[in-house]
């Protein structure tokens, strides 16, 4: 019988000789810097456009229009054309385009967001030029017609509204995207219940502001497995009919750049309690006001914790572990020109009282450099992998790319972000979180005004 030892000592004997056999075959996981994740761009007859030709069965296939709520000439514009995608044109019907889809085993989407509406399509590799021919007639060939319009998308709007009303979350985010920015990336991206959107929304200035979100200057295309040549030949066949600029006689583009102003707003609700603190932050990394070290401040606070059954290692996860009844959340929000920093607290009203004004020492205690290396260390470690994986997530990636295409002309290029995070310094987000205390804080809060504290007396300036 051979003995256990001579059967140890033999396995590892085997086991070294496979390994020396077969290196040359082994598989590994791309680096960040693979060029596979990196997106190749170019112009088919005036449109701008990048592909990721990444290897697999399937397509994601989108356009990325200059037409979300920042841009929007009047309220319920952005919403009302996201409705319009996918409904009768020149060509398809309605009903045909959903039953071409179905029998393609693809799916369809459309959202928009504060500065971008996405339309697009998910389907099989092989069946990119009719997607590619649809998507064209959804740009330039929708029909707009009153039946839909009364029967279809102003009955969604209006129960997206309604929907609004009982959410105290997102109406504290939007009001103090209004308290920090006013118009532009103020305006929500849903207009209130209140507001008389019939007096200006109707399916001729749908018409009218489609033709210019759809101008090819203020557009672009983005797929991610797709052949570049394919989707250049595609573009220049089925996207021709595109207007080649803005006409001069309908609503533009409302392009005024961001201010961040600051300030304070208290809204009484029922339904919940909820408040943002937010600040300025960055732009996106096309954009012309990127600051990486804002995106590791926003990882160094934290709040929720990544990991299961633990309270998680950042900053405000230990507020949260001390205020059970209270969740706190950091999310840094970027756009082409400006960005906001934003800490929601949620919960019972004397627990956010209570949790805020710790929020706010523990900001005072980073910007007097009372703050761990190791944490830092840490945050930018999160900070590198929620952004490289912001990149790498398909839909994500389109829209920043789409949007980076439109603003400046550049891709977005993951391996330059997680560059330019990892050089960030323990010194740099000290003096960032000073920054943001020494000037104006946007604070709104939303349900139990009674309770709820004022931003002056959780320590902050409006």
Same mark, same amino acid.
């Given at each position: 019988?051979?003995?256990?030892?001579?059967? /140890?000592?033999?396995?590892?004997?085997?086991?070294?000789?496979?390994?020396?056999?077969?290196?040359?075959?082994?598989?590994?996981?791309?680096?960040?810097?693979?060029?596979?994740?990196?997106?190749?761009?170019?112009?088919?007859?005036?449109? *701008?456009?990048?592909?990721?030709?990444?290897?697999?069965?399937?397509?994601?296939?989108?356009?990325?229009?200059?037409?979300?709520?920042?841009?929007?000439? /009047?309220?319920?514009?952005?919403?009302?054309?996201?409705?319009?995608?996918?409904?009768?044109?020149? *060509?398809?019907?309605?009903?045909?385009?959903?039953?071409?889809?179905?029998?393609?085993?693809?799916?369809?989407? +459309?959202?928009? /967001?504060?500065?971008?509406?996405?339309?697009?399509?998910?389907?099989?590799?092989?069946?990119?030029?009719?997607?590619?021919?649809?998507?064209?007639?959804?740009?330039?060939?929708?029909?707009?017609?009153?039946?839909?319009?009364?029967?279809?998308?102003?009955?969604?709007?209006?129960?997206?509204? =309604?929907?609004?009303?009982?959410?105290?979350?997102?109406?504290?985010?939007?009001?103090?995207?209004?308290?920090?920015?006013?118009?532009?990336?103020?305006?929500?991206?849903?207009?209130?219940? /209140?507001?008389?959107?019939?007096?200006?929304?109707?399916?001729?200035?749908?018409?009218?502001?489609?033709?210019?979100?759809?101008?090819?200057?203020?557009?672009?295309?983005?797929?991610?497995?797709?052949?570049?040549?394919?989707?250049?030949?595609?573009?220049?066949?089925?996207?021709?009919?595109?207007?080649?600029?803005?006409?001069?006689?309908?609503?533009?583009?409302?392009?005024?750049?961001?201010?961040?102003?600051?300030?304070?707003?208290?809204?009484?609700?029922?339904?919940?309690?909820?408040?943002?603190?937010?600040?300025?932050?960055?732009?996106?990394?096309?954009?012309?006001?990127?600051?990486?070290?804002?995106?590791?401040?926003?990882?160094?606070?934290?709040?929720?914790?990544?990991?299961?059954?633990?309270?998680?290692?950042?900053?405000?996860? *230990?507020?949260?572990?001390?205020?059970?009844?209270?969740?706190?959340?950091?999310?840094?929000?970027?756009?082409?020109?400006?960005?906001?920093?934003?800490?929601?607290?949620?919960?019972?009203?004397?627990?956010?009282?209570?949790?805020?004004?710790?929020?706010?020492?523990?900001?005072?205690?980073?910007?007097?450099?009372?703050?761990?290396?190791?944490?830092? =260390?840490?945050?930018?470690?999160?900070?590198?992998?929620? +952004?490289?994986?912001?990149?790498?997530?398909?839909? +994500?990636?389109?829209?920043?790319?789409?949007?980076?295409?439109?603003?400046?002309? *550049?891709?977005?290029?993951?391996?330059?972000?997680?560059?330019?995070?990892?050089?960030?310094?323990?010194?740099?987000?000290?003096?960032?979180?000073?920054?943001?205390?020494?000037?104006?804080?946007?604070?709104?809060?939303?349900?139990?005004?009674?309770?709820?504290?004022?931003?002056?007396?959780?320590?902050?300036?409006?």
């Amino acid at each position: 019988m051979i003995s256990r030892a001579s059967l /140890s000592r033999n396995a590892q004997v085997a086991l070294r000789c496979q390994c020396l056999i077969r290196p040359n075959n082994r598989r590994c996981f791309a680096a960040p810097t693979s060029p596979s994740f990196s997106y190749e761009t170019g112009d088919a007859s005036g449109i *701008k456009f990048a592909s990721r030709d990444l290897p697999g069965p399937t397509t994601y296939l989108a356009v990325v229009a200059k037409a979300g709520t920042r841009y929007q000439p /009047s309220p319920g514009f952005s919403d009302g054309l996201e409705q319009f995608a996918f409904k009768s044109t020149q *060509k398809r019907s309605a009903l045909r385009i959903t039953r071409e889809v179905e029998l393609l085993g693809s799916e369809l989407l +459309a959202y928009h /967001s504060r500065e971008n509406l996405v339309i697009g399509a998910k389907f099989l590799r092989e069946d990119l030029p009719y997607f590619a021919e649809l998507l064209g007639e959804v740009v330039s060939k929708t029909k707009y017609s009153r039946h839909e319009f009364d029967e279809e998308v102003l009955r969604v709007i209006k129960l997206s509204q =309604k929907a609004l009303l009982a959410n105290t979350a997102e109406m504290a985010i939007n009001s103090a995207y209004g308290v920090a920015f006013h118009r532009g990336l103020g305006i929500p991206l849903l207009p209130a219940s /209140s507001t008389p959107i019939t007096k200006y929304l109707h399916e001729e200035s749908l018409r009218e502001f489609s033709k210019v979100a759809y101008a090819r200057p203020n557009f672009s295309v983005v797929a991610n497995g797709a052949s570049h040549t394919d989707l250049s030949k595609w573009l220049n066949e089925f996207f021709s009919d595109s207007p080649s600029s803005s006409p001069p006689r309908v609503p533009q583009l409302y392009t005024t750049p961001s201010k961040y102003h600051g300030g304070e707003e208290r809204i009484a609700h029922d339904s919940g309690n909820n408040m943002v603190i937010a600040f300025p932050g960055s732009s996106s990394f096309t954009g012309g006001a990127y600051k990486p070290e804002i995106l590791v401040l926003a990882a160094l606070l934290g709040g929720e914790s990544t990991i299961k059954w633990s309270s998680g290692f950042s900053l405000l996860s *230990k507020i949260s572990a001390s205020h059970p009844h209270a969740r706190i959340t950091t999310t840094h929000s970027t756009y082409s020109d400006a960005g906001l920093l934003s800490i929601a607290i949620s919960g019972k009203a004397e627990n956010i009282n209570g949790a805020s004004k710790e929020v706010v020492k523990t900001l005072k205690a980073i910007a007097s450099g009372n703050v761990n290396q190791e944490d830092i =260390k840490r945050a930018i470690a999160a900070a590198k992998f929620k +952004a490289l994986d912001a990149g790498q997530t398909i839909a +994500a990636g389109l829209e920043l790319t789409g949007a980076g295409l439109i603003q400046g002309g *550049k891709a977005l290029q993951i391996d330059e972000v997680g560059k330019s995070i990892s050089g960030v310094t323990e010194d740099q987000v000290k003096r960032t979180a000073k920054l943001l205390l020494e000037g104006k804080a946007t604070v709104s809060a939303v349900g139990d005004l009674h309770v709820l504290p004022f931003a002056e007396e959780i320590g902050l300036k409006v």
